[in-house]
């Protein structure tokens, strides 16, 4: 099976955020492998495991996102693409990232590609659909168990809580759900066999897809945190006295009961 | 400019969602004084389409098939496509659920369009629409705008006032037909996991569980407190791993989102990523017996307890407390 992997490396949220000038600063920030990403790869090495085939990793990013490919290589992945945008596009959305998979994956007679369900610092949750649509195949989203069986695939897909069943069809993409696996850590030997795995760098001029077409279509014109929260009450008093008190401040001062 | 905004009407159980109201209210601002369309897509979901009309939608119209009866994106698809066909609309907004979530990319790649998803605001600045959206889990925000072709965008559940409904207000339903055929995905079964009762996404009220509550009869108490409160209840993923409860009451970066007026954490230390699903709600009530957990830091108000002899009187004194107020 041609398995590919859609893979972000993201700002890991666990961080402390800073803005300036309206922008996220990412100096000395950590970035790992968006978690659900990590969820793809997971499923992936299995399916292949069982089924025979090739997992691929790609990644629409810059050099520094060579990092997290090389991890996901140690995880057992066979082969590694980073699409480099920097030099050709400075402004990118959802809209620009999905055109420009599109134009890698186009020709490449997937099987399955997994995505994760949500990118955590975008958190749009786009990229998946949006290639599927640009390739014209199935798609189903946040899927927590996955059944592979000649042409016919059969799904389950958390839908807020519930578990819809569903079966679909070779060629797919998928978009994965927490539950779906425990994706493993890369082992000594995995990562010394990483170091040898194919890396392909490309750039935009390698996908016959020019600049126009991969334009963004939102413009975002500010970044900001919330307001800063005031420090929270802790009541005093034993605790039936804080029990009345807590109701009171809920009714007269919060105004939610 | 005045604009025309079509909105989808998303049903559950036979009910449109509350999101579906939020999302009218949202079409208004968006329509700067435009036309607000409320869009119904089901087996037979025309007895919906005046409500859509009394909280606030100019007019409506239903796509129906027997084809219709479950949610699948291509249906669905091919349903708005129709519908999109016929009007020609400027604007588009959904409820940023798992259905909108799953449709809407979907059709912004097929109109070539843009998409702003999750949204928590939308106002007018200089003619523009602009909407504000969380990023970073939650803990920074960014104002987004699509420049020019088709405004496009989803609603975080509980986030924009719906509008008061108006029982006399009416208006023009149509309907508009699609051949819906060619499904790549088959729904064969549906596994109800989540509970009766109030909607966790949409719920404004939840009270939320981690491991203090230490068993499944431990959520009890909490079940009796959401009772009264007429709210719902949600869990960590501590309470969840643990299986004290089902995943689907998950709160947190892994699950669901949720924004309801009042958050009472029991038990719960407050890890980043159980913020990243709560953080922005708009009262948080923390109950923990270790004073220096980091719920306390987003909390609102907070009680050093123990969550067993804490919710129990709580209970009671809301009950106190909703037999005064009748
Ligand atoms: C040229 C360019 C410039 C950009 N400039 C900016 C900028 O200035 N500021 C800014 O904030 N963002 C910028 N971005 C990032 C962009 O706005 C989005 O963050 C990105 O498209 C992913 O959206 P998301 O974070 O909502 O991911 P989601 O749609 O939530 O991601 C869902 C899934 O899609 C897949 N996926 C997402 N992104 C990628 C990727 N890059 N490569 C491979 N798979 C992926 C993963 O499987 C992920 O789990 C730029 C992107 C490009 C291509
Ligand atoms: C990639 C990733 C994704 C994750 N996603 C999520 C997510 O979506 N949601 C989520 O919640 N977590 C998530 N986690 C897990 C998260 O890091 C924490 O492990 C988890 O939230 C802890 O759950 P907890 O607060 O219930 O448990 P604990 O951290 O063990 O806290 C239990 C608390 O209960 C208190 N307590 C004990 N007994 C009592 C009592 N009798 N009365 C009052 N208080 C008592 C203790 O003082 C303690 O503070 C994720 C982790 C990772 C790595």
């Known amino acids: ?7 972000k490396r993201t700002f890991d949220t666990e ?5 300036s000038d309206g922008r996220i600063q990412e100096d000395g920030a950590e970035f790992i492998i968006n978690p659900y990403d990590e969820y793809a790869i997971e499923e992936a090495i299995q399916l292949r495991d069982k089924h025979g085939g090739e997992v691929t990793v790609i990644t629409v990013g810059n050099d520094d996102a060579e990092k997290q490919l090389r991890t996901a290589l140690a ?5 590694a693409v980073l699409i480099n945008s920097e030099e050709d596009i400075e402004e990118g959305d959802q809209y620009t990232t999905s055109k420009i998979l599109v134009g890698y994956l186009k020709d490449k007679e997937a099987d399955i590609i997994l995505a994760g369900n ?4 975008g958190g749009s949750g786009q990229v998946g659909p949006r290639v599927a649509e640009g390739l014209g195949i199935a798609c189903v989203t946040t899927i927590t168990n996955i059944e592979v069986n ?16 569903i079966s679909t069809s070779l060629p797919l993409l998928v978009t994965c759900q927490q539950g779906l696996n425990e994706p493993r850590y890369p082992s000594l030997p995995g990562i010394m066999k990483a170091k040898k ?4 760098e490309l750039e935009l001029d390698d996908l016959d897809l020019d600049e126009e077409e991969a334009a963004p279509k939102t413009k975002t014109t500010d970044r900001f945190m919330p307001p800063e929260k005031a420090a929270g009450r802790i009541l005093k008093g034993d605790t039936a006295d804080q029990v009345k008190e807590l109701a009171a401040l809920l009714r007269s001062e919060a105004k939610v009961i | 400019m005045p604009k025309k905004i079509m909105v989808l009407g998303e049903t559950r159980g036979g009910q449109l969602r509350n999101v579906s109201f939020e999302a009218i209210a949202a079409g208004k601002t968006a329509a700067q004084s435009g036309e607000v369309v409320g869009v119904l897509i089901g087996d037979s979901v025309q007895p919906l389409a005046q409500e859509m009309i009394r909280y606030g939608a100019d007019r409506g119209i239903v796509v129906e098939d027997k084809n219709l009866s479950h949610y699948t994106s291509d249906g669905f698809t091919q349903a708005f496509m129709a519908v999109l066909d016929q009007e020609q609309p400027d604007g588009i907004l959904f409820g940023h659920t798992a259905l909108g979530k799953d449709l809407s990319p979907k059709l912004a790649a097929k109109l070539n369009a843009g998409l702003i998803s999750d949204a928590t605001d939308i106002s007018e600045e200089d003619g523009q629409i602009v909407f504000t959206r969380p990023i970073y889990s939650g803990k920074a925000f960014e104002k987004v705008m699509i420049d020019e072709g088709l405004l496009f965008a989803t609603i975080r559940p509980n986030n924009i006032a719906p509008l008061k409904r108006d029982e006399g ?17 088959a729904v064969e079964e549906i596994v109800r996991k989540s509970a009766d009762g109030v909607d966790l996404a949409e719920a404004k009220i939840v009270i939320a569980g981690g491991r203090g509550v230490k068993s499944k009869e431990g959520f009890q108490p909490l079940k009796e407190l959401a009772e009264v409160l007429g709210g719902a209840v949600g869990a960590s993923r ?4 643990a299986d004290y409860c089902d995943y689907s009451l998950q709160i947190g970066q892994t699950g669901k989102v949720v924004t309801p007026d009042l958050y009472i954490a029991c038990g719960i230390s407050g890890a980043i990523q159980h913020l990243a699903g709560m953080s922005n709600s708009k009262v948080i009530v923390a109950i923990n017996k270790d004073p220096d957990a980091d719920i306390f830091k987003v909390a609102d108000y907070g009680i050093v307890g123990d969550l067993f002899e804490v919710v129990p009187m709580l209970t009671e004194e809301f009950k106190k407390v909703k037999a005064g107020s009748l």
């Open chain 1, 15 to 19: 961080e402390k955020i800073t803005i």
């Open chain 1, 1 to 7: 099976m041609n398995l590919i992997v859609l893979m």
């Open chain 1, 150 to 165: 000649g042409q016919n695939v059969l799904i389950t897909r958390d839908v807020e809580g519930d578990q819809e069943k």
């Open chain 2, 238 to 241: 501590g309470a969840c791993d």
């Open chain 1, 118 to 121: 949500v990118a955590i610092d």
């Open chain 1, 197 to 200: 795995k194919p890396l392909e």
């Open chain 1, 75 to 79: 995880m057992g992945a066979d082969k």
């Open chain 2, 169 to 185: 207000r009416s208006g023009d339903v149509s309907s508009v037909s699609a051949s819906i055929k060619d499904l790549r995905t």
